[in-house]
């Protein structure tokens, strides 16, 4: 399914919903997937919900305005200003949260 967007009867853009999310919105959808095994980091055999927790404590930590949007059985939606932040920051942030055993993808 498409949607179109017209303003003042003119068609200004077309395309899926979620095309048009992405493209438009003014936030970014961050999907996390916690947990790991405590041989590779420092989860320390810790449970899935320690594990979202202490996830979601460290992107609210570091992007101050973000909202986590979902969390079930392992994992986390959080959705962050675009604003107020480079996509760098995000992947070194998930860089450093996997190197420390707390999420797998």
């Known amino acids: 399914d498409r949607l179109g967007v017209f303003v003042d009867g003119r068609l200004c853009c077309l395309g899926e919903a979620s095309e048009l999310t992405m ?3 003014n936030v970014l959808l961050l999907t996390v997937t916690v947990g790991g095994s405590s041989s590779q980091g420092e989860d320390g055999g810790a449970s899935l ?3 979202q927790k202490r996830v979601i404590d460290d992107l609210v930590g570091r ?3 973000s909202r986590v949007t979902y ?3 392992g994992t986390v939606k ?3 200003p675009r604003t107020e932040l480079s ?3 995000v992947v070194e942030s998930m860089v450093e949260a996997k190197a420390r055993g707390l999420v797998r993808s």
Do not use: C, G, P
């Open 78 to 80: 959080v959705e962050l």
């Open 71 to 73: 969390q079930v059985a």
């Open 23 to 25: 493209r438009f919105s």
């Open 87 to 89: 996509l760098a920051a």
């Open 63 to 65: 992007f101050e305005h």
């Open 49 to 51: 919900a320690d594990l």
